[in-house]
């Protein structure tokens, strides 16, 4: 039952898809002030629900009831929801790079004067927005000059000149660092104290932990319960997960007993220059070695050149006046483009699978076989029942829920997003495979089986180079750790040896200390 403190209920709402309910009955109450967050594997319906909330679903579309404030709402549209303070700031963020943070923020709401945008005006309360939100940045600065971190809190100040009651946020820590992440909860801490209420959907449950209210857990497209987390009796992160996948999860990492070979791949005195600043460097004579059947991890902090190292190794797809030698299977090897590194046995897995790793406007099968499409042709003819036939055992090996292999790939959940992305790597044989952040936005369930296949291509052989900003991740799936800081690698542990606290002082070590 509803209270005067329910600011939003949704009664028995039920969206179905082509051939798929997404939604079936679902039901949810968010009392005037909390942040109530929402849980669930992949492809749970969360998102699906907030679509309805928001109006991007519009009234018709869907089965049942939505109530704001008391009154029953009828969305056509994002702007009818808005028009009622109800804002959606989406995963993806709908910012235009080339416009001003000022201009971002009145897009669509201009401040004007007898139809004439009004600038001194626009600026003076982008300013005053930004103040609220703690962001230190003229308003005239462009987007695509200021980070990730720094453009959700944009979006939180184009929310706030909508004069938002109810804000929701899908996913707004997935592709920040630590830092980011802590001043975004306490902006929304803040928020709440201004009387805003907010709904998070999130997979990261020490942050749900933190600053969740209550916690509503939906599984296929229903609603399992709703937690009290600030009840006389602590949620524990176990709790929430065996709502989440219907069962208990033991261990959040598979058991394995590692069978490591000789050494297949060596890097020796690697360095990297940025691609546009060349005096700056951002991989600092690096040296690392990984053998066959071996998972070895790459732990550091945002900016500690990671990605900088994987991307100039497979094809120097990053950087400029690359040195170094890569030596596999005993010989050196030169990787100067990204067919190159393929033909030498090097995969690597982006970290952002939705805009480098995968076309998601084709289907299943053409993505899997894309890196090597070579295996699928005939005198230069495609052999399309060939290519089916592969991409069918990769569905089933992979377990990529799907119904067929031509169903296209943005449609499917991100976790079954990045086992065709792993798919697509394995297809090409490669004896070395590059993952970078393989489980970003990923929830529990799904992450575990990533992992489980991760384990079976060490045990076929592989050698995994696995990178991670999650340390508890490096800790339960890598047999070496190699931990950076400001692009050098400041030391190596062992599975036994490592910890948090020994990661992150290395992690953390000084430029002057490492020589």
């Known amino acids: 039952m509803s209270s005067q403190n329910t600011i939003l209920e949704m009664r028995s709402i039920t969206k179905t898809f082509p051939g798929v309910k997404a939604l079936q009955d679902v039901t949810l109450e968010v009392s005037r002030g909390e942040v109530h967050a929402i849980c669930g594997e992949n492809g749970a319906g969360k998102s699906t629900l907030m679509n309805v909330l928001s109006g991007v679903y519009p009234h018709g579309s869907y089965e049942g009831d939505v109530l704001f404030e008391g009154e029953p709402c009828e969305f056509r549209n994002i702007r009818d929801s808005e028009h009622r303070g109800i804002v959606i700031i989406h995963q993806e963020l709908a910012l235009s790079p080339y416009l001003s943070i000022a201009e971002n923020i009145f897009l669509g709401n201009e401040q004007q004067t007898r139809g004439v945008i009004d600038w001194n005006a626009t600026n003076s309360e982008a300013a005053k927005l930004l103040a609220r939100v703690g962001l230190d940045e003229s308003p005239d600065t462009k987007i695509v000059d200021i980070g990730v971190g720094k453009q959700q809190l944009v979006e939180i100040a184009k929310a706030l000149s909508k004069r938002v009651k109810l804000l929701i946020l899908d996913e707004p820590t997935a592709a920040l660092n630590d830092e980011d992440s802590a001043h975004l909860l ?62 208990s999860l033991d261990h959040r990492f598979p058991e394995r007993t590692p069978n490591i070979g000789a050494e297949v791949f060596r890097v020796e005195d690697w360095t990297v220059h940025h691609p546009i600043d060349t005096t700056r460097v951002v991989v600092d004579h ?37 040195s170094g030698r890569l030596i596999k299977d005993g010989k050196e090897i030169q990787t100067h483009s990204v067919g190159q590194a393929i033909r030498h046995g090097i995969a690597y897995a982006t970290e952002d699978r939705k805009k480098y790793g995968l076309n998601l406007l084709s289907d299943i099968k053409r993505n899997i076989t894309a890196s090597a499409l070579g295996k699928v042709a005939r005198w230069g003819v495609m052999d ?40 697509k790597w394995v297809f090409t044989d490669p004896d070395v495979l590059i993952l970078d952040e393989p489980t970003r936005g990923i929830d529990v369930g799904a992450k575990y089986e990533i992992y489980t296949i991760i384990n079976a291509l060490a045990d076929s052989g592989k050698a995994v180079i696995f990178i991670s900003s999650e340390l508890p991740e490096l800790l339960g799936i890598c047999d070496r750790i190699y931990a950076l800081s400001t692009g050098r690698i400041t030391g190596e542990l062992t599975r036994a040896e490592a910890n948090q606290e020994s990661l992150m002082h290395l992690m953390t070590m000084e430029k002057e200390a490492v020589r």
């Open 286 to 322: 690096a040296n690392l070695h990984v053998r066959r059947g071996e998972i070895i991890g790459l732990a550091g902090l945002m900016g500690a050149g990671r990605t900088e190292l994987a991307m100039s190794i497979f094809g120097r797809t990053y950087g400029a006046h690359i």
């Open 186 to 247: 306490d902006l929304i801490r803040s928020l709440k104290g201004h009387g805003i209420t907010s709904i998070i959907i999130s997979h990261k449950l020490n942050e749900i932990a933190a600053i969740a209210d209550r916690t509503t857990v939906i599984r296929d497209g229903q609603t399992i319960e709703t937690l009290d987390m600030r009840g006389a009796t602590p949620v524990s992160e176990e709790q929430i997960i065996r709502a989440m996948v219907g069962r």
């Open 384 to 423: 399309a029942s060939g290519e089916s036939r592969i991409a069918g055992k990769f569905r089933t090996d992979m377990n990529i829920k799907a119904p067929s292999v031509d169903v296209i790939t943005g449609t499917l959940s991100g976790g079954n997003q990045q086992k065709v992305v792993l798919s």
